[in-house]
């Protein structure tokens, strides 16, 4: 398990029930001294009330991954290619079921939903095997 340190970027890997499967983006403002916990800061997630400012929680480190690589875009998906789609200010995993011009139909198993979604708002899925980003392709050949 990776240990974070004061500002580093991560994503919180939601377990909250219908947001399962999705990754928010944060910065860890702490670690707590007592245990396995972290408080960090979200991105795109805000408080409720008038003058919003951005959430800070209390996060066990199992739901902690270090930010993926940015990696170069990619031109164009394809079916079955497993991706991240940017949405309801989170990273949600799902797979290319088809395309309509310039968006891309992607299905999410933790929902059972198809929603369409532009290049620009899907990144390639990668997987963290023993602390190292594997593209979810490579990672398939690898170990089929």
Known sequence: MDEFVKGDKVEVCSKEEGYVGSYFEAKVLSKLPHRNLYKVKY????????????????????????????????LTFHRDDKVDAFDLDAWWVGYITGRRGNFFSVYFETTNEKCEYSLERMRRHLDLVNGHWVSSATRHHLYS
């Open 43 to 74: 991105k795109n997630l805000v408080t409720e009330g008038e003058d919003p400012l951005p959430l800070i929680e209390i996060i066990s480190a199992d739901e902690l991954r270090p930010m993926p690589p940015k990696l170069s875009q990619p």
